[in-house]
């Protein structure tokens, strides 16, 4: 675990646009850790200003006091870069180093897809093989299989850590994604992030049976 602290807490989703709203997981992310892995937390603050960027790029920041709500979303933009440059560990004032946060971020996310997805997928075992399958009757006999070997809360606590740890490692992967912008990301990341996609429908779609 890192021992690096910042000064703050990230800034907080609620302040979020609604024009905006696709940037409300990443800062959730931020919270989420802040305390355990700060320059990840960090990152995720990244993460959000570059989505807030994304929406209203600078050549169109003009038109934003059209907009109803223009003047949130200034004042997000606003306090994004100044927690930025204010809880920036290194010396860079806030500036984003690719050759190496991206490396610290890519092994952060196949990390958390190891130890949170992949690990709990081999705790359930040879169960999750049947409920991925396309043939219904096979998939719920795989579900009433695995409610038999686990106590009902059991079970259901499993698919739903499957299922936050999956939501999490998506976001995870909005971020890198933001950052990495023109970078080419390495296959395994891509296959990750389409596995966790994939898992994630399946338990998903058992969570309601």
């Not at 646009?17 to 960090?42: E, K, M, N, V, W």
Request: charged share 25%.
């Amino acid at each position: 675990m890192s021992t690096e602290t910042t000064t703050c807490l990230p800034p907080d989703s609620e302040m979020v646009p609604s024009s905006h709203t696709s940037c409300t997981p990443i800062l959730d992310l931020a919270h989420r850790f802040h305390l355990t892995h700060p320059r990840i937390g960090y990152l995720c603050v990244h993460g959000a200003h570059e989505e807030s960027q994304r929406l209203y790029p600078a050549s169109r920041m003009s038109d934003i006091f059209r907009l109803p709500l223009g003047g949130g979303v200034l004042k997000f933009n606003f306090t994004l870069t100044y927690w930025i440059r204010r809880n920036d560990e290194t010396s860079e004032q806030g500036q984003f180093q690719p050759h190496t946060d991206l490396p610290h971020l890519q092994s952060f996310c196949l990390d958390f897809y190891e130890k949170n997805i992949i690990a709990v997928i081999k705790i359930i075992g040879n169960q999750y093989t049947y409920l991925k399958e396309n043939d219904h009757s096979r998939r719920d006999a795989a579900y009433h299989a695995l409610k038999a070997a686990f106590p009902t809360y059991e079970c259901r606590r499993s698919i739903d850590h499957i299922i936050d740890a999956c939501e999490t490692a998506r976001d995870l992967f909005k971020v890198l994604e933001l950052l990495s912008k023109d970078v080419q990301l390495p296959s395994e990341i891509l296959e990750a992030h389409t596995d966790t996609t994939r898992k994630q429908s399946i338990c998903d779609g058992r969570i309601s049976s």
